[in-house]
């Protein structure tokens, strides 16, 4: 659509069927800086110049503009013009202690300088568009209304018709699991979960004093039958649970446990914590246990795992008819409040796309490692799941926990033994954090070192005192 100017130094091809036109334009500069026909330090057209070279209105040139300074591609110097954004040199890592740490679950660092721009980007913007009271004002224990707003919409994929009065917003899924034990279960009372669990819910538990009860688990996640089991002996206060990518065993729950589970906590009126720390990776989710019983379940969606663990930053969906408030007034008495800050920063990924565009970002990663982990890690011994990064790793006699962590240890790999997770017996097992390695060439030598020692015997490597 665009005529030919001699007299601008770039004018892109956009076809009206690109979309909106503003878009058309900024995704044209992008594609012309990533080919290398714009370099950094090249001025742009002005805006008024461009306009006319494409027979558009000055405000969609404007409003290109506007979304190519937000993603970072472009900055306007006063009273010079708009020119292509230099990139900033990567800052220096910190020299490694030579140790793999693959005991920490990360999502593993992506690396799309494009993106990471954009990231950068929406955090300068909040300079800008909320001013010096983000900095130096309270908020609501719970949130403020737009994170509110930005809660509902990340969650509306999966939870259909969640709605800002019921999204609270909490300093991490540990807050979040903090304020909701503390109001639903006293001392000496007891709550259920998973035999192999998140550390984090055992430390809330010994923080309040509360007793954490052991529901079985097989191949595919928490058993029902169990589960009814523990409610008619135990009657427990609450249930929590991963039900998707569980932490440590990867496991999902099929959907007839699911709809199984939440038809055993409405007979036996047991409130159900739901921890979705992983829900956001798979691309073809299956539904959250609050989306079939929203009137019983407390749904946790942090953003730690499929966004960024630096965004300590949770949403507590509340069930439907309770009191918010109550919840609200747990966040104020443990924590006061989430940052402002990073709840500001986790809303303006989700309104402008960042943080969806970060999740495929980390889906893709996340591809390439379990290609890695599949290829070099024998099936027998390894559970893990495509959409997630941790595997679970069963160990062959005689190897035991212990002996296999400290081995790996002294190879300079570290792990997480079974004892952390394990309710009861612990299994002889280990948890490897597929993420944390800084790269795919450090995880496929770490990797071949765990299958090689795998595939060895503890008295191969005894010592002679």
Not at 314 to 328: D, R
Request: hydrophobic content about 45%; some cysteine; aromatic content about 6%.
């Amino acid at each position: 659509m665009a005529k030919t100017d001699s007299k601008i130094a770039w004018c892109p091809t956009i076809r009206k069927a690109d979309g909106p036109l503003y878009l058309a334009i900024t995704e044209a500069l992008s594609a012309d800086i990533i080919s290398g026909k714009l370099v950094a330090g090249d001025r742009l057209p002005p805006q008024r110049a461009l306009a006319e070279a494409l027979e558009i209105d000055f405000t969609t040139v404007s409003r290109a503009y506007a979304e190519a300074s937000k993603r970072g591609l472009v900055e306007g110097k006063v009273g010079q013009g708009t020119y292509v954004r230099k990139k900033h040199s990567a800052a220096r890592r910190p020299v490694r202690s030579g140790l793999v740490d693959m005991s920490m679950n990360l999502p593993p660092r992506f690396d799309e300088a494009e993106l990471v721009s954009r990231m950068w980007e929406g955090i300068r913007n909040l300079e800008t568009s909320d001013g010096i009271d983000l900095l130096m004002r309270y908020q609501e224990a719970g949130g403020a209304r737009r994170d509110r707003e930005a809660g509902a919409l990340w969650l509306s994929s999966r939870l259909d018709g969640v709605t800002p009065d019921r999204v609270l917003i909490c300093p991490g899924a540990q807050g979040a699991l903090l304020a909701l034990v503390g109001i639903l279960a006293a001392p000496g009372e007891t709550i259920l979960a998973e035999a192999l669990t998140y550390p984090g819910i055992r430390s809330v538990a010994a923080h309040l004093r509360v007793n954490l009860a052991a529901v079985a688990m097989d191949e595919e996640g928490l058993i029902p039958e169990s589960f009814e089991h523990a409610c008619l002996n135990t009657k427990p206060k609450v249930l929590y649970c991963t039900p998707t990518l569980q932490n440590p065993t990867t496991a999902t729950l099929p959907t007839a446990r699911r709809h199984a589970i939440v038809d055993i906590a409405r007979r036996y009126q047991v409130p159900i914590i739901e921890d979705d720390a992983y829900g956001a990776l798979p691309v073809t989710p299956l539904p959250p246990l609050a989306s079939l019983a929203p009137e019983l379940v407390y749904h946790i969606a942090g953003l730690a795992k499929c966004v960024a663990p630096a965004l300590r930053i949770a949403y507590l969906v509340a069930p439907e008819g309770s009191a918010t408030s109550t919840v609200n007034n747990a966040i104020r008495a443990t924590a006061s409040m989430a940052s402002p800050l990073t709840a500001a920063i986790a809303s303006h990924w989700i309104e402008y796309g960042i943080a969806e565009a970060v999740v495929a970002a980390i889906r893709r990663e996340t591809a390439a490692r379990q290609s890695i982990a599949t290829r070099i890690l024998p099936a027998r011994n390894v559970s893990l799941d495509p959409q997630g990064f941790h595997a679970w790793l069963a160990l062959p006699p005689p190897w035991t926990r212990a002996e296999f962590s400290l081995r790996l240890r002294s190879e300079g790999i570290s792990v997480v033994a079974s004892d952390a997770f394990a309710l009861g017996t612990a299994p002889e097992a280990v948890r490897l954090g597929l993420g944390a390695p800084d790269s795919r060439e450090d995880l496929s030598k770490s990797l071949q070192v765990v299958a090689d020692l795998l595939g060895q015997s503890p008295a191969a490597f005894s010592m002679v005192v």
